[in-house]
């Protein structure tokens, strides 16, 4: 985690990790918007709404003329 500054992330990843050890079950510990978000990712992965880390970091080089 060297380099993350915002507090809100910082926080909201504190209370997962509180909740992990509070709780037998993680899904007990985030919000519906987060369950959501999570199916969503799954479906993607099943529809192959995927890339390689190569293919991201290509766009991202192009994108940047990096």
Do not use: P
């Not at 993350?4 to 519906?32: H, Q, R, V």
Request: proline share 0%; hydrophobic share 35%.
């Amino acid at each position: 985690m060297v380099g993350l500054n915002d507090e809100t992330i910082i926080s909201k990843l504190k209370e997962i990790k509180s909740n992990l050890s509070n709780t037998s079950d993680w899904n007990e510990g985030i919000s519906d918007t987060e369950k959501l978000l999570i199916e969503a990712g799954f479906k993607d992965i099943e529809a192959g709404n995927t890339k390689t880390h190569n293919q991201v970091m290509e766009e991202i080089k192009a994108a940047y003329d990096i």
